[in-house]
């Protein structure tokens, strides 16, 4: 990284100050210091992400959600600024659309460890069904009648 790739000093200022309030639970003065880095350093995506944090904090989801899109345009592949502009959209009532920008915000390699389970879990629709919808349902009555005459095994019936 040369000096031209560096971020502005003064927006290094502000983001660290924003997180020094954000620590001390102090919202109003964090968004500030955020507002003021965003200013600064109107390229900078961590700018843009510390200020949706901060309006996050204030519980301002359209704000926040608005900062959140400015941080993923400059860094389109930033899986926290998704996570985050989702969460934004859950609060503001888009389950749907949260869903969907939390699964552009990390690969499919598990699927219990997508951040989209946590929105279904959070809004009590998180079901087998939700999950694999042709899936084979466990009855335990059923498999109670198919073992209860054995004695041990080690194998299950179909």
């Not at 204030?58 to 400059?74: P, W």
């Not at 069904?129 to 299950?156: C, N, R």
Request: glycine share 6%; net charge positive.
């Amino acid at each position: 990284m040369d000096s031209t790739d560096a971020p502005d000093a003064r927006a290094v200022g502000f983001l660290q100050a924003f997180l020094a309030h954000s620590a001390r639970g102090e919202a109003r003065e964090a968004l500030a210091a955020a507002s003021e880095a965003r200013q600064a350093a109107p390229d900078l995506p961590e700018a843009h992400y510390a200020y949706g944090q901060a309006w996050l904090a204030l519980n301002e989801a359209a704000r926040a959600e608005q900062a959140f899109a400015a941080a993923i345009q400059l860094r389109r592949g930033w899986a926290d600024a998704w996570v985050n502009y989702g969460l934004a959209r859950c609060r503001r009532g888009a389950v749907g659309d949260a869903i969907a920008a939390m699964r552009r915000a990390r690969p499919r390699r598990n699927p219990l460890s997508r951040p989209s389970y946590a929105i279904l879990a959070a809004t009590g629709r998180l079901s087998l069904t939700a999950i694999q919808p042709d899936a084979p349902t466990y009855d335990p009555k059923l498999h109670f009648e198919q073992v209860k005459d054995k004695w041990f095994g080690f194998s299950t019936p179909n």
